[in-house]
């Protein structure tokens, strides 16, 4: 692999387009304002810092306040960055501009780790407090237009929705930890303020995901359903060519994704969603740049001379 230690969090792009508005649907309506305010929340360790953590920070992750370069969504000005992200580690680095430090250093304690990152937040501050990890790639424009579909002011969890199923064969539905998942401000305040079993470390399993999900389900949060008006995922547990493929359904790396979602799951291109908003395991720093690239700053062909695979109604 090519030595990508000459990449900072100094990348800068520029060309700007303008980008093809985008309509919302009339369900949207009632929520539809100012963007919403999402706190970005990066789980990564030292040994990641290097080879992915940094990567995020120059590129969806990049601190990058309102500098007049928002593109129009047709009612409001969205933002290429996810614009107050916060990498949650037990070391600093020159490239992570804004952490927060934690004791807990081993995967086995991310439970803990995840816990100690939300507890350490000002939920008044945001509307939606994110958790990615670091191989995730976040569509940050399409997250913010996503979002418009829901309350806020409401205790909610959103994501990819799977189910956990205990070896006594009791359910959980959980959202994926590795596509990111997001709680609005309420629900991140009644987490913070819960002294439940449920909600502390080490918790039911190794998960942190599964966990986090047991302990919102017992706090009284509702799970919110993300799927396009297709019905089909838009948080990625995967790489975007793992959907590509048909076959890979019954590939045994992934075959989980079908037994464990909750709603039918298809692979295959033409099953892909248009309104994707996150994908998982971009671990090459050059992958993590050229989808970057892709999203942001290829200039997209117009609704009269491209038609999607299988585009959304909305």
Known sequence: MKNWGILTAKVVFLTHHEAVPFRRSPAEDSLFGNPPRVLCLVMTAPSNHRDRARHVAATWGLNKQGDGQGRSFTDFQYQEFCPNTIFVTSSPHPNLKKVIYTEYKSYKEIWGKVLDAFRSVNASQADWVMKA????????????????????????????????????????????????????????????????????????TSYEDVNMGICLSALGVDFGDTRDSLGRPVFLPCRPQTFFDPDNLHHPNVAWIKSMSKYPVKFGIEHMSDRVVSFHEIRNPKDVYIMHYLTHHLRILTPSEVTAFTKSRD
């Open 133 to 204: 990890d670091d191989d995730t790639f976040i569509i940050y424009p399409r997250l913010q237009r996503l979002l418009t579909r829901f309350d806020a002011k409401k205790p909610l969890l959103l994501g990819l929705n799977l189910i956990y199923t205990f070896k006594d064969g009791k359910e959980v539905e959980y959202m994926s930890g590795g596509a990111g998942y997001l709680l609005s401000s309420p629900a991140v305040q009644m987490l913070q303020e819960a002294r439940i079993q449920e909600c502390q470390f080490p918790g039911a």
